[in-house]
Structure formats: structure tokens, C-alpha cells
């Protein structure tokens, strides 16, 4: 069983910049994608950004958000830049053992973190 562990999430100002850090214990390497879900209360849970060969990004992060993939740590990060309050949500870490090319399907995720809060104060 993979576990992904976050970090770096936290209550940052309208317009700041946070790094989330999502560690496997697996190599990730040997995960097909890697990503970010987040749920805001009283939402559902959302698609944020995943990468494989690719990367993806959901339209209201697009252009804001970037990832990045450390296959020595096994870490992928998830850089958010220019923050609005809508930002505000627990985000989720996740991750495919199959050969997906995204994870903006919920079934294509096989692994899931247990949640980072980010707070946008305005």
C-alpha cells in the first residue's frame, strides 16, 4: 500500500505564494501520475493538477499553479502562486499505480493522502 504524505500547506494572504510537498513511499518513479485534489466546505472534491508524461491543470488554477516531480525524493510539489481566497480548501494528494495519462478522473486515482488545509485570507 502506497502512502503520500503532504505538507506545506497554511494561511497566506490574497495574492501570496505556497509550496505543497506530497512524499511516497513508493518511488515515484513507479507511479504513471501524480497529483493534487482539493475540497472546500460544503464542495465537492475537485481536480487541481496532475503530471505524467504530461501535465494538467484544472481551469481555475491554470497559468496560477505549477508542478514539479522529484523522483530521488519521491516528492512531487505543487507550487501555488498568486492566491485568491476561492484557493482556500483541504488538498488532497494522489496518485496512480496504472498507466493513466491524468488523474482528472476520480477512478483513475488508486492512492490518496490524507489532506493539507490551505487558507487564503483576504
Known amino acids: 500500500q502506497v502512502q503520500l504524505v503532504e505538507s506545506g500547506g497554511g494561511l497566506v494572504q490574497v495574492g501570496g505564494s505556497l509550496r505543497l510537498s506530497c512524499a511516497a513511499s513508493e518511488r515515484t518513479s513507479r507511479m504513471y501520475a501524480m497529483g493534487w485534489f482539493r475540497q472546500a466546505p460544503g464542495k465537492e472534491r475537485e481536480f487541481v493538477a496532475s503530471i505524467s508524461w504530461a501535465e494538467y491543470y484544472g481551469d481555475s488554477v491554470n497559468g496560477r499553479f505549477s508542478l514539479s516531480r522529484d523522483n530521488v525524493k519521491n516528492t512531487v510539489y505543487l507550487q501555488m502562486n498568486s492566491l485568491k481566497p476561492e484557493d482556500t480548501a483541504v488538498y488532497y494528494c494522489?496518485?496512480?499505480?496504472?498507466?493513466?495519462?491524468?488523474?482528472?478522473?476520480?477512478?483513475?486515482?488508486?492512492?490518496w493522502g490524507q489532506g493539507t488545509q490551505v487558507t487564503v485570507s483576504s
Open positions: 494522489a496518485a496512480a499505480s496504472r498507466p493513466v495519462q491524468h488523474l482528472m478522473r476520480f477512478t483513475n486515482v488508486d492512492y
